[in-house]
């Protein structure tokens, strides 16, 4: 995106900023999901239980990073939950397992800054019972969507660099890197360079579909067929497509309205692509932007399954038709497919758009059946990679 210039200067200026006012504080609340639930911190209800998981000499590699820790004396943890549990920032919860409702971690919205609108999440404690569960990954979640709804701008996640766990933690995450803070802090007395990383409210309705896709039943009781990494990746390999953000919402509208628009009378009804407003689009699918010159020239937007990818629009601008940018898109269609672990990619066309359906046809694409809706019929085509 290209910034603003000040009238009187001419200089490059940042783009104006709707919500200027400081964001709300996080509250101690509870948030329910379907595998753990966050309520705040409380030393005596949840002490005993994230004791277990989180005291003792078979523990310390928890503590390694951690500021605190590690502990032998579960009264010295005690007293450590007690401290956490009165600060106001960091704001701490205690992740519980949904099922049996026992206390297995805890993590903390921190450095709140209101009046930019940036948080950070920290503080995290996952013992042996939430690792590498679904519950770790929604707890995440949770909090991130928490965060987003409250009208913070800027997410933030850091750690040691020399932790390579959470540096792949955030990634995976979909949070992006940022850079490296060198001898930021002192922690133990000894020296930490800090790795940033960040997530942004433009960012946050793609990220959140990486979330709800890997975290659907139908994924994790399929076996996870869909992995969360892939899912947040802002990028195709190989590709020069980038993934759409909120600030997108009006360019992609007007793309696919010039785009589909000329099939209106060969379909004598709406295009389905223009059913959907932009912003429920972005909401809904993975949308992938090809630029040219600062703007859209064409959009991919893709619904990835736990068995397989469908390709829901490929739009071209009909200033950029006929350049080979719809082949591109395509191709990138199935290199994403690739990269999602999918062996098929599934679309469909208007049964009145022949040409639409010669050029898939051409491209290894196959009429699987014609669906009869009420106001239309749909050529329903797929694609096996090998």
């Known amino acids: 995106m290209t910034p603003d210039r000040d009238p009187a200067t001419g200089l490059p200026i940042g783009h104006p900023v709707t919500a200027t006012g400081p964001a709300p504080a996080p509250e101690r609340i509870r948030l329910d999901g379907r ?40 009264a010295d943890f005690q ?3 007690a401290g956490c549990a009165a600060s106001a920032d960091p704001l701490f919860y205690a992740i ?21 609108r940036v948080i950070e999440v920290g503080h995290i404690l996952y013992t042996p019972a939430l690792q590498r569960t679904p519950g770790a990954t929604e707890a995440m979640r949770l909090l991130a969507g928490y965060v987003f709804d409250l009208g913070y701008r800027r997410y933030e996640w850091k750690c040691n660099a020399l932790n390579a766990p959470s540096r792949g933690a955030a990634q995976r995450l979909g949070f992006s890197y940022e850079g490296l803070f060198r001898q ?8 930490r360079d800090t790795t940033w990383f960040s997530m942004l409210d433009g960012e946050w309705p793609q990220i959140r579909q990486g979330f709800d896709r890997w975290l659907s039943p139908e994924n994790l ?14 990028t195709i390999p190989g590709h020069g497509l980038r993934r759409a953000t909120t600030a997108d919402e ?26 959907t407003p932009a912003a429920e689009v972005l909401a809904r699918y993975e949308v992938w932007l090809a630029d040219h010159e600062g703007a859209p020239a064409g ?24 350049s080979g940018l ?61």
């Open 35 to 74: 595998h753990v639930t966050l309520v705040p911190l409380d030393p005596e209800a949840h002490g005993p239980n994230l004791a277990e998981g989180a005291v003792g000499a078979d523990r310390q590699t928890l503590w390694q990073y951690m500021p605190a820790g590690p502990f032998s004396d579960p």
């Open 299 to 322: 959009a991919l937007v893709l619904d990835p399954q736990p068995d397989h990818l469908v390709v829901w629009s490929v739009a071209v601008d009909p200033a950029h038709q006929n």
């Open 221 to 234: 009781e399929g076996g996870q067929s869909l992995r969360l990494g892939a899912l947040n990746r802002a």
């Open 184 to 191: 930021a802090v002192i922690v133990k007395g000894r020296n």
């Open 326 to 386: 719809g082949n591109a898109l395509l191709a990138a269609a199935e290199s994403r497919a690739r990269d999602l672990d999918l062996t098929e990619l599934r679309l469909y066309t208007g049964d009145r758009l022949a040409r639409n359906i010669d050029w898939y046809a051409r491209r290894g694409y196959a009429t699987a059946r014609v669906e009869t809706l009420p106001d239309r019929r749909l050529v329903h085509m797929h694609k096996r990679l090998g």
């Open 96 to 116: 519980l397992d949904a099922r049996t409702g026992k206390a297995v971690g805890h993590a903390a919205l921190m450095r709140i800054d209101r009046a930019n």
């Open 79 to 81: 007293a450590y939950l």
């Open 250 to 275: 009006g360019a992609l509208a007007a793309l696919q309205e010039a785009a589909y628009a000329p099939n209106r009378p060969l379909l004598g009804v709406e295009p389905v692509p223009l059913l």
